[in-house]
């Protein structure tokens, strides 16, 4: 996935930088300062009676990581099982999360001068997990909240 800004930017102190993800047909930005890594598909065991957004729990490096499918936190449609997905690893709290993504794109370096907080016309479910956007030549780049992202109804925080 090749994303296209207004300007690339050289990343200074002034700029956010954002690692961007595809979920379904909509692009979101994951803040680069919370990302630990990108991995390829990885087998996912599953957990009992956890959440139904959590896919379930892989070994990373002799680390447990939490799976999060972000179609479901997204309330999206799911993936056909012979759909391929990305694993952005994230860390919050001093825990590691695999965000479960359609597909990885660039890392973009933005100005914060450029940043908008969500619209109104969003829907309260997205409203709730984003921060806020950018406007793209072609699309909207949704910032996700990643302590929001981590916050599943029916369970304990994840992010607490």
């Known amino acids: 996935m090749t994303v296209r800004t207004k300007s690339v930017l050289i990343a200074t102190e002034s700029t956010a930088g954002l690692v961007s993800v595809k979920v379904g047909s909509q692009t979101f930005g994951v803040p680069v300062l919370c990302v630990q890594d990108v991995i390829a598909e990885t087998v996912i ?13 892989l070994n ?11 179609r479901c936190r997204l309330r999206m449609p ?3 099982p012979d759909d391929h997905f990305m694993n952005v690893i994230v860390e919050h709290n001093g ?13 973009l370096w933005l100005e914060p001068s450029e940043y908008e907080t969500g619209p109104v016309t969003l829907s309260p479910h997205w409203r709730s997990v984003c ?6 030549d072609d699309e909207l780049l949704l910032v ?17």
């Open 78 to 80: 799911a993936r056909a």
């Open 95 to 107: 825990e590691l999360y695999a965000l479960l993504v359609d597909d990885v794109g660039d890392v």
């Open 45 to 57: 065991n599953r957990v009992p009676l956890s959440p139904p957004e959590v896919a379930g729990s």
């Open 131 to 136: 921060s806020g956007l950018y406007r793209l």
């Open 144 to 160: 996700l909240n990643i302590e929001q992202v981590l916050t599943l109804a029916g369970a304990a925080s994840l992010a607490a």
């Open 60 to 70: 990373l490096r002799g680390r447990i990581v939490t799976a999060i499918d972000m």
